[in-house]
């Protein structure tokens, strides 16, 4: 079935540091890759993403690079903040194709200051 | 531009009632997408739908629950005769167009069932 696996689960890193993110998912046929942010008591909010023809992506500190061959793709958090403190989920397109995400169980990211 | 609203933000029933929950979403926005999730755990896939279309559904428990995205007013989320095991915070997404896939999500609602 559609699976994503995400690690590590927890992640604690010294202000400024780099973080990263690693996942993998099962369905070759799976062709967009979203990273979310979510927050205590928040909705999970949109920070990146990528598709399948592209390999890397960035935006100001952060990056997410895909492999289609080895179907991995990672998370990177360059300089990291205080605020960048959340819980961070990885999620694949489903392959029936109709926009459905599968997501992976999530990192909890710890910006020490 | 308002983002996805969704209501209430915290919903407590008794075991046995009903539950009725509701997403508004994007404007602009006519896909609609319900995700629930578990304390502790990632965002698990409910149902996909479009005004007045039900379009994948494979996420849904077979009993208990559905879902209607009306042609006017928010998507429902209902569910009946709640058990303890449905407490969780249930999220909505929304986008402009299925093959677009971006998904933006509303705040959720958490639902205790005592």
């Known amino acids: 079935g559609e699976n994503v696996e995400q690690h590590p689960s927890t992640l604690s890193v010294q202000e400024g540091d780099s973080a990263v993110i690693k996942c993998t998912y099962s369905?070759?046929?799976?062709?967009?890759f979203p990273w979310y942010k979510q927050e205590l008591g928040k909705g999970p909010q949109l920070i990146i993403d990528?598709?399948?023809?592209?390999g890397e992506k960035k935006d100001q500190r952060i990056a997410v690079t895909l492999n289609k061959t080895a179907k991995h793709f990672s998370l990177h958090i360059t300089e990291t903040q205080p605020e960048d403190s959340a819980v961070y989920f990885c999620?694949?397109?489903?392959?029936?194709?109709?926009?459905?995400?599968?997501f992976g169980q999530g990192t909890t990211l710890q910006v020490k200051p | 531009n308002a983002g996805v609203m969704q209501n209430p933000r915290h919903l407590v029933r008794r075991r046995g009632q009903e539950a009725r929950l509701r997403c508004s979403p994007m404007?602009?926005?006519?896909?609609v997408y319900w995700y629930r999730q578990l304390p502790e755990e990632g965002l698990k896939f409910m149902v996909y739908?479009?005004?007045?279309?039900?379009?994948?559904e494979s996420g849904m428990p077979k009993e208990r629950f559905s879902a209607e995205f009306p042609k006017e007013g928010p998507s429902i989320l209902r569910i009946q005769q709640v058990v303890r095991g449905d407490s969780a915070a249930y999220f909505c997404?929304?986008?402009?167009?299925?093959?677009?896939?971006?998904?933006?999500f509303g705040p959720g609602t958490r639902l205790l069932v005592l």
């Open positions: 999620a694949a397109s489903g392959s029936s194709n109709t926009g459905k995400l599968i």
């Open positions: 404007k602009g926005h006519s896909h």
């Open positions: 739908l479009q005004k007045e279309n039900i379009i994948d």
């Open positions: 990528i598709r399948s023809n592209v």
């Open positions: 369905d070759s046929a799976s062709n967009y």
């Open positions: 997404a929304s986008s402009g167009q299925k093959y677009q896939e971006t998904q933006y």
